[in-house]
């Protein structure tokens, strides 16, 4: 299996580091995968030195220096390659979501990041004319486990541009757990395998492979 997902939101913040992080590990147990992190504040890189000092397997990361090099990786990607693009727009981060199977857009529940996606979205239109059939899967992440009526609004804003983007079933919810994650070099289930965070990246790597049967 040869696959590329790529992490991709221009705004910092939302998650995509934390979300990359226990996605590379839970699916990394089941499939050869690469991490690439592109992002500058190498949250990735200071996560897997966490994990090797309590002992558990790092990640495999590739680091990439060019274009050339990050568009190489992708023609000959041997399993799944991980990107965790930077949270800002470059021509690298551009070329991980061309790249990609997949993307996921985190993204919390809050009107206000829907100014955030307008901005994404610019970028997919500009992506468009490369790769027509681009479209990215908005995961909602670090909402308010109480909340569940402004998610609605969110879903209509999806539902009125379906030309640009999916939304995942699953909703990561704002748990301890995933902010615990990067510090302890940990997957939320490395962390405790019941809790509701473990269930919810269960969730996600399910819809996830089921997007990428389809190619
Ligand atoms: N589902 C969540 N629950 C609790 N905290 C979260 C969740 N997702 C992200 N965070 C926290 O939010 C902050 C930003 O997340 P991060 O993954 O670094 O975002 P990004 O990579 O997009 O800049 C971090 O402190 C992280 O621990
Ligand atoms: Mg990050």
Known sequence: MQKVITIAHQKGGVGKSTIALNLAVELGKKYP??????????????FNENRKEVGLNPLNIISVESQKELMNIIDN???IILIDSGGF???LNRIAILGADIIITPLSNNLIEIYGLE??????IDLKRI??????NILLNNVN???TKS?????????SN?????????ILRRRVDFAKSFETGKSVVEIDRSSKASKEIDSLISEIELILQKY
Do not use: C, H, M, W
């Open 131 to 136: 790769r027509s059939d681009i479209k990215s």
């Open 77 to 79: 990607a041997d399993g």
């Open 151 to 159: 998610i609605e609004e969110l879903k209509e804003y999806i539902k």
């Open 162 to 170: 379906s030309q640009f983007f999916n939304i995942f079933e699953t």
């Open 119 to 124: 901005a994404f979205k610019k970028i997919l």
């Open 89 to 91: 727009d470059s021509d």
């Open 33 to 46: 995968l690469s991490v690439i992190d592109l992002d500058y504040q190498k949250s990735i890189s200071i």
């Open 145 to 147: 486990p109480q909340i």
